[in-house]
């Protein structure tokens, strides 16, 4: 249904005919597709980046049930002060306002805390810091190295948390979300 541009064929048409369309940034696309290849077998679904979705946003009616996969769009669309975030499972939480719902780490999450559970070793920054210190002999190029595989392994945490979450979304709770009921 889309075509190269990644925009709907419909175009001359006023409305957009996707039941769902979750709009992903460049860290949540595996879960987009992930979720729309679920999705898809009942509904007709979407997949967006940040750029499609603000050349469409106009074209879009209530009949279009938006999740936000990203944070920018979320904390945009979904800034209303009286919404409250919901914590929909671990490390992650949800704001939702009609039919747009937005999915996303919890920012005060100690994401330490799930390094464990996702069997994530020190030893490794132990080498990362050690080897270079013997090999080149430099304690900032040690920094450095050491500074890089903590913050991918944060990456993978992050990645690992929204992933659950969408799953959850796609098995227990999408028909709560398109027909208006309460997550919490």
Known sequence: MLNSTNTPKSMSDTD????????????????????????????????????????????????????????DLINTNLANPSLKSIRFSEGVLIKHEKNTLGIYIDPDADLGSFKQRFQMSWKKYLTGIVAPILLIGGIPTAIVIAFMMFYNDRKKVKFKLMFEAVNKLKINKLEDFLYGRNFG
């Open 16 to 71: 957009i005919k996707y039941k769902f369309i979750v709009i992903y940034d460049k860290f949540t696309k595996p879960m987009a597709v992930s979720l729309r290849n679920s999705i898809s077998k009942e509904y007709t679904c979407a997949i967006w980046d940040k750029k499609v979705y603000e050349q469409n946003e106009p074209k879009l009616s209530n009949k279009n049930n938006l999740i936000l996969l990203d944070e």
